[in-house]
């Protein structure tokens, strides 16, 4: 059912060319548990394996956003193809589509953008490193957290979908202690594709959030 844990028969049904993600994401795997041993076989079934991180499994957050961009139509690769050749690795999105908006909260920097320009759907990049490279606040190498942008409250707080949250795929709350705390580094939300990016209906969004967890750790 729409919106409710879903049960898997060993598939998961491929997002669409210019497909909205958010509601891609709500139709079809949201509330999925990575304990599932139906969903985590429809996730090897993607090439998303070993994904119980509870028993040492790998963390799929940017994998799992890699699946749903790609078939999305997005193409992943960057200047040095560094995207294409780990898709797993959260810390290398933030080279991904054009910058909307950069901050970090554990230094209250804002590196570009404004987060009223921020859209639904938007990719958002956590980093734990608090050190940034350079002026223009590229990451250090190291782990992070990936997933898609519902909104942005006043506070900064950012609402945000995705897998790996808390060990499933559900809607998260991230307020500014909880970066700090998380990801020293801050974020990066980038616009992967205008053209496929569609408004997100007010009532997926409605119901996507009536359950937000607040956030944890998802590396």
């Known amino acids: 059912a729409i919106f409710a844990a879903v049960t898997f028969s060993g598939s998961i049904r491929t997002p669409k060319e210019g497909e909205d993600p958010i509601t891609w994401i709500a139709e079809n795997v949201y509330g999925a548990d990575e304990t599932d041993p139906d969903f985590q076989k429809a996730m090897a079934g993607i090439g998303i394996k070993n994904i119980d991180t509870k028993t040492g499994g790998d963390p799929w957050c940017a994998s799992f956003v890699a699946y749903v961009l790609e078939n999305m139509g997005v193409d992943l690769t960057v200047p040095d193809d560094r995207i294409m050749k780990n898709k797993a690795g959260s810390y290398n999105y933030q080279f991904l589509g054009d910058r909307i908006y950069d901050y970090n909260p554990s230094t209250d920097t804002t590196y570009s953008g404004k987060k009223e320009d921020v859209k639904a759907g938007d990719l958002i990049i956590f980093n734990k490193k608090k050190d940034r490279l350079n002026t223009d606040g590229d990451f250090s190498y190291g782990l992070g957290h990936a997933s898609f942008v519902v909104r942005v409250e006043d506070d900064g707080t950012i609402i945000a979908i995705g897998g790996n949250q808390k060990n499933k795929v559900q809607t998260s709350r991230y307020t500014p202690e909880a970066i700090k705390d998380l990801y020293p580094g801050g974020y990066k ?30 590396i």
């Open 189 to 218: 939300i980038n616009r992967i594709n205008t053209n496929a990016l569609k408004e997100t209906s007010p009532e997926v969004i409605a119901e996507i959030t009536k359950g937000m967890v607040d956030a944890g750790d998802g």
